[in-house]
Each structure stands twice: as C-alpha cells, then as structure tokens.
C-alpha cells in the first residue's frame, strides 16, 4: 500500500521560511516522478514542482528562485524548501507520485496522494 504523509506546515510571516517533508512508502515504480502541489480556497490546485528518478526537476514559474525540490534516500523523503514566502503562497499543500517512463515530469495524472499539509502566510 503506497502512502504519503506530509509534515512541516505551519503559519509564517512574508518573507519567511519552512521546509515541507513528505515521507514516501510501499511506492515501487520506477523510473518515477514525484511532486508537491497545492490548492488555496477557490482556486484549482496548481503544481508547485516535480523531480523524476533522473534528478529532473521542474519549478513553477511562480515560486522559481524561492522553491527548492530534492528528494534524500531515493524515493523515501520527499522535500520542498521555501523562502520568501509571500501570503499568496498560502494554501494547502500536497505531495504526490506516480510512474513514469521518460524525461521531465509531467504536472498531471498522479495516482498517489498525501493529505496534505497547510502553510499560512501573513503579511
């Protein structure tokens, strides 16, 4: 049974910083692609930035130079590193996974979810 369990949200002031986990199990597919993502009230969920099996990362272009995705121990750990962050950054934010076969991580049709994790960002 694959699961993916979020960690590491919280409420910070613009300008700060936090550091998402996301701990990986029972996932087996590889070659792979992994991703966070997130959804605010309203608005549809958005894809924040991918990493494949080949260390191919992805970063919307709306946190580029403020979001960092790596992954530790293969696919076990999952992370997203935040600086910067600004209110319109919050929302609640998901890891997810799937196989996949070639080249850059697409930003759909992943089969595997966390449950989340909120990041409130004040001003």
């Known amino acids: 049974q694959v699961q993916l369990v979020e960690s590491g949200g919280g409420s910070v002031q613009s300008g700060g910083s936090l550091s998402l986990s996301c701990a990986v199990s029972?996932?087996?597919?590889?070659?792979?692609?992994m991703g966070w993502f997130r959804q605010a009230p309203g608005v549809e969920r958005e894809v924040v930035a991918t990493?494949?099996?080949?260390?191919?990362?992805r970063i919307a272009e709306g946190v580029k130079g403020r979001f960092t995705i790596s992954q530790e121990n293969g696919k076990n750990t999952l992370y997203l590193q935040m600086n910067d962050l600004k209110p319109a950054d919050t929302a609640m934010y998901y890891c997810?996974?799937?196989?996949?076969?070639?080249?850059?991580?697409?930003?759909?049709?992943?089969?595997?979810w966390g449950q989340g994790t909120q990041v409130t960002v004040s001003s």
């Open positions: 997810a996974a799937r196989s996949w076969y070639f080249g850059t991580c697409p930003t759909s049709d992943y089969a595997y």
């Open positions: 029972g996932f087996t597919y590889n070659p792979y692609c």
């Open positions: 990493i494949g099996s080949n260390g191919v990362t």
